[in-house]
């Protein structure tokens, strides 16, 4: 299914209601995307957790690396539920 929409002067776009519901995004939240430059394409996905993340981005010093689980406890510590 194509669903028109269209590119604001400041590089916004607004995702159409159709593909939100499909794909069940939450307002506000974030979303993945992924670039496919040989189809000119991208594709739009749920964002990864934090344990999912693990790995995938390395600190600048690296004395101060911990645990997905550890990051995870911090951040439950610091997090407060409404």
Same mark, same amino acid.
């Given at each position: 299914?194509?669903?028109?929409?269209? =590119?604001? *002067? /400041?590089? *916004?776009?607004?995702?159409? &209601?159709?593909? &939100? /519901?499909? =794909?069940?995004? %939450?307002?506000?939240? &974030?979303?993945?995307l992924?670039?496919? !430059?040989? &189809? %000119?394409?991208? +594709?739009i996905?749920? !964002? $990864?957790? =934090?344990?999912? $993340?693990?790995?995938?981005?390395?600190?600048?010093?690296? +004395? /101060? =690396?911990?645990?997905?689980?550890?990051? @995870?406890? $911090?951040?439950?510590i610091?997090?407060? @539920?409404?």
């Amino acid at each position: 299914m194509v669903y028109p929409t269209t =590119i604001t *002067q /400041k590089w *916004q776009m607004t995702i159409p &209601r159709a593909v &939100r /519901k499909a =794909i069940g995004l %939450k307002h506000p939240g &974030r979303v993945m995307l992924t670039v496919e !430059p040989q &189809r %000119k394409a991208f +594709r739009i996905d749920q !964002p $990864l957790s =934090i344990l999912e $993340l693990a790995g995938a981005f390395t600190p600048k010093d690296k +004395r /101060k =690396i911990i645990n997905a689980v550890k990051a @995870r406890d $911090l951040l439950e510590i610091s997090y407060e @539920r409404a």
